[in-house]
């Protein structure tokens, strides 16, 4: 592992601005159209699921470049892009309001959800 | 949003300021898990350190946002930096997994479960405690 040096810093902070932005636009964008915002946070975790499943195979298979992509892509803007913290307040207010089956919906739904769509981009970029 | 073709300059000065907010939020929190993540690395090597650090960056978003969630008043530009910016990307929903599927594939379910199980119930036990320490903060 190289030592963290300034311009390594660089490369995490350049992918970490267009990962939140995008994922308080899109978030914002897909708000009206669902039943609850928090199935928008959802679909944002699932995708960076998805991507950062692809990149890392990708660079374990075809050897795409080195440390630092992974750290602008995947540190950077997939780590921003998706969020923990976002995730458990809104599931912390579904139980809050006592709606049980939607908690459990959203909690399983993320973490299996999750799951699969790393193995899909895991299995995707080795193939 | 702020995207209504009525609003024309005010409307698109506070969707810069909106994205300005985050987008300065987001680079604290995001070098400051990746520097999580390297000392972690280095105090533990490989996999156990990321899976700590990576632990110990989510539940402290998760305790921040809960602070944040817990002022009375809408704050809009306070949740746009602090909340959607800072928190959002200090933690990570895309690593944690990728960190679980790793366990899985290594063969270590259990190791996999409890990394799930501590950061789901750590995390709702931090959301927790961050929204009693945000109300003693209200004005």
Same mark, same amino acid.
């Given at each position: 592992?190289?030592?963290?040096?300034?311009?390594?810093?660089l490369?995490?902070?350049?992918?970490?601005?267009?990962?939140?932005?995008?994922?308080?636009?899109v978030?914002?964008?897909? %708000?009206?159209?669902?039943?609850?915002k928090?199935?928008?946070?959802f679909?944002?975790?699932l995708i960076?699921?998805?991507?950062?499943?692809?990149?890392?195979?990708?660079?374990?298979?075809?050897?795409?470049a080195?440390?630092?992509?992974?750290?602008?892509l995947?540190?950077?803007f997939?780590g921003?892009f998706?969020?923990?913290?976002?995730?458990i307040? %809104?599931l912390h207010?579904?139980?809050?309001?006592h709606q049980?089956? %939607?908690?459990?919906?959203?909690?399983?739904?993320?973490?299996l959800?999750g799951?699969?769509?790393v193995?899909?981009?895991?299995?995707?970029?080795s193939s | 949003m702020?995207?209504?073709p009525?609003?024309?300059?005010?409307?698109?000065?506070?969707?810069a300021?909106?994205?300005?907010l985050?987008?300065?939020g @987001?680079?604290?929190?995001?070098?400051?898990? *990746?520097?999580l993540?390297?000392?972690g690395?280095g105090l533990? $090597?490989?996999?156990? $350190?990321? &899976?700590?650090?990576?632990? &110990?960056?989510?539940?402290?978003?998760?305790?921040? /946002?809960?602070?944040i969630?817990?002022q009375? @008043?809408?704050?809009?530009?306070?949740?746009?930096?602090g909340? /959607?910016?800072?928190? $959002?990307s200090? !933690? !990570?929903f895309?690593?944690?997994?990728?960190? /679980?599927?790793?366990a899985?594939r290594?063969?270590?379910?259990?190791? @996999?479960? &409890?990394v799930v199980? /501590?950061?789901?119930?750590? $995390?709702?036990?931090?959301?927790?405690?961050?929204?009693?320490?945000?109300? *003693?903060?209200?004005?």
């Amino acid at each position: 592992m190289a030592a963290a040096g300034g311009n390594d810093a660089l490369f995490v902070a350049i992918g970490a601005v267009p990962g939140a932005l995008l994922r308080f636009r899109v978030i914002n964008h897909f %708000e009206p159209m669902l039943p609850r915002k928090h199935w928008g946070t959802f679909g944002v975790n699932l995708i960076a699921c998805f991507a950062i499943g692809l990149l890392v195979s990708l660079q374990s298979s075809c050897g795409l470049a080195a440390g630092r992509t992974l750290l602008l892509l995947g540190t950077g803007f997939l780590g921003s892009f998706s969020t923990f913290s976002t995730w458990i307040a %809104e599931l912390h207010a579904t139980l809050d309001r006592h709606q049980r089956r %939607e908690a459990v919906l959203l909690c399983g739904g993320s973490v299996l959800g999750g799951l699969l769509a790393v193995a899909a981009g895991l299995a995707l970029g080795s193939s | 949003m702020a995207t209504s073709p009525t609003g024309g300059h005010a409307a698109l000065r506070r969707e810069a300021r909106d994205l300005l907010l985050v987008a300065t939020g @987001a680079v604290p929190g995001a070098l400051l898990r *990746w520097h999580l993540e390297d000392l972690g690395k280095g105090l533990m $090597g490989g996999h156990a $350190g990321l &899976i700590e650090f990576d632990l &110990i960056a989510n539940l402290l978003g998760t305790f921040l /946002i809960g602070v944040i969630a817990a002022q009375p @008043a809408p704050r809009p530009r306070l949740m746009l930096l602090g909340g /959607i910016g800072f928190c $959002g990307s200090l !933690t !990570t929903f895309s690593s944690w997994m990728l960190q /679980i599927s790793l366990a899985l594939r290594r063969g270590r379910p259990d190791e @996999a479960l &409890i990394v799930v199980l /501590i950061s789901l119930l750590g $995390g709702l036990v931090a959301v927790s405690v961050g929204l009693v320490v945000g109300r *003693w903060f209200r004005r």
